[in-house]
């Protein structure tokens, strides 16, 4: 059984920069791929970057692109996403993922979740 924890939500002003980390624990003998999902308000979860474990690849959605960067300590399994230039649509819980195979982990087919961090942005 995999745990995913994540921490380092908060609250930021618009501009600023945080960073997500996801610590994964169990089942260490698999390789799972991992991931960031985010679900605002009233809105469905959607993609936001995922990393291939084994080729440390990553892959961004759209609220990424430009701004967030993904990375894993393979040693520490833990990945993170640093997240800047935060804008007020960025407010969300996001999540951690893990799914055995990329491609389903970013079109939302994943295994594992973590509970979720809240990430305010501020004006």
């Known amino acids: 059984q995999v745990q995913l924890a994540e921490s380092g939500g908060g609250l930021v002003q618009a501009g600023g920069s945080l960073r997500l980390s996801c610590a994964r624990s169990?089942?260490?003998?698999?390789?799972?791929?991992m991931g960031w999902f985010r679900q605002a308000p009233g809105k469905e979860r959607e993609f936001v970057a995922a990393i291939n474990w084994s080729y440390d690849s990553p892959w961004y959605g759209d609220p990424a692109k430009g701004r967030f960067v993904i990375t894993r300590n393979i040693a520490q399994n833990t990945m993170y996403l640093q997240m800047n230039y935060l804008k007020l649509g960025d407010t969300a819980v996001y999540y951690c993922?893990?799914?055995?195979?990329?491609?389903?982990?970013?079109?939302?087919?994943?295994?594992?979740w973590g509970q979720g961090t809240q990430v305010t942005v501020s004006s």
């Open positions: 169990g089942g260490t003998s698999t390789i799972y791929h």
């Open positions: 993922a893990a799914a055995r195979s990329v491609g389903e982990l970013i079109a939302g087919t994943v295994d594992y």
